[in-house]
Nanobody
Framework: EVQLVESGGGLVQAGGSLRLSCAASGFTFDDYAIGWFRQAPGKEREGVSCISGSTGSTYYADSVKGRFTISSDNAKNTVYLQMNSLKPEDTAVYYC?????????????????WGQGTQVTVSS
């Protein structure tokens, strides 16, 4: 049984920071890419960032490069998303997700496992 358990999220002012956590279980961490999607009302679900459980290679959407940092603690099967310099346009429901290697794209069709989602709201 694959499980992705999220924590974090909340309400912050523009320029503030949040850290999201995703604890994974039920599969071999090294065989997967794990990361985050987000979806704002009326918009398509967007791939935000992911990290390879085997190599540590990372991906970031252009919209978050330089502001968000993904990291992993493989011993704990946990992935983190540090979100700094938050903007109102970052407001969305954020979902942890995992897709088995190899992945060509970090999009919704590339992953088969999803967390429950957590709301991030950035005020201005």
């Amino acid at each position: 049984e694959v499980q992705l358990v999220e924590s974090g999220g909340g309400l912050v002012q523009a320029g503030g920071s949040l850290r999201l956590s995703c604890a994974a279980s039920g599969f071999t961490f090294d065989d997967y890419a794990i990361g985050w999607f987000r979806q704002a009302p009326g918009k398509e679900r967007e791939g935000v960032s992911c990290i390879s459980g085997s190599t540590g290679s990372t991906y970031y959407a252009d919209s978050v490069k330089g502001r968000f940092t993904i990291s992993s603690d493989n011993a704990k099967n946990t992935v983190y998303l540090q979100m700094n310099s938050l903007k109102p346009e970052d407001t969305a429901v954020y979902y942890c997700a995992a897709g088995r290697h190899p992945l060509e794209y970090w999009d919704s069709d590339s992953v088969g496992n999803w967390g429950q989602g957590t709301q991030v709201t950035v005020s201005s």
